[in-house]
């Protein structure tokens, strides 16, 4: 229940409040990884990226199938333009995200990265399909299709975002 608060403050963007909390379930032995989870996504919202790593580790080696800890890495390491670690976290993360759009936009942007817009576009399509509503995932299908050279696909996605988001 406590961390559920810490959750709250989180969601509200009261990120020392709810990394307070979150501490407070620590000490007392409550949840370990889903508080460290939560700690470093605080410090990530604040671009803290490197107090943020600390408290993902400490989820992932308290719970090895914490799969959102993996992605926010995996992002970390992208915001870093290190590729090599997003994709090693990516891989290592991809047996408990399946069903996680953040987790298949993340491998869209790996790939894109790497110059594969095809294999991109599966991805973000993938994230879409998972989430309709997850902008973020639209822009990479959109520059992907018109990488490809496939405008009009790209137009037809791009009115489908705008539907599904009015």
């Known amino acids: ?37 939560l700690i470093g996504k605080c410090y990530y919202a604040e671009r803290e990226n490197n ?60 790939y894109y990265s790497l110059g594969s817009p095809s294999k991109a576009s599966v991805h973000f399509a993938q994230a879409i399909n998972l989430n309709p509503r997850f902008g973020a995932s639209y822009g990479g299908l959109i520059r992907c299709l018109e990488d490809m050279d496939k405008k009009e696909l790209a137009a037809n996605v791009k009115r489908d975002y705008e539907r599904v988001n009015k």
């Open 1 to 37: 229940m406590l961390l559920k608060s810490a959750f709250n403050l989180y969601l509200k963007g009261e990120y020392q409040q709810a990394r307070i909390v979150a501490g407070y379930c620590l000490k007392n032995g409550m949840n370990r990884s889903d508080a460290y989870l």
């Open 51 to 110: 107090m943020a790593k600390v408290f993902l580790q400490k989820s992932i080696e308290a719970n090895r199938g914490n799969g959102e800890a993996y992605v926010i890495m995996a992002a970390i390491a992208f915001d870093e333009k290190n590729i090599l670690r997003a994709h090693y976290y990516l891989n290592k993360g991809k047996p408990y995200n399946y069903g996680n759009p953040l987790f298949y936009h993340y491998y869209g942007v790996l």
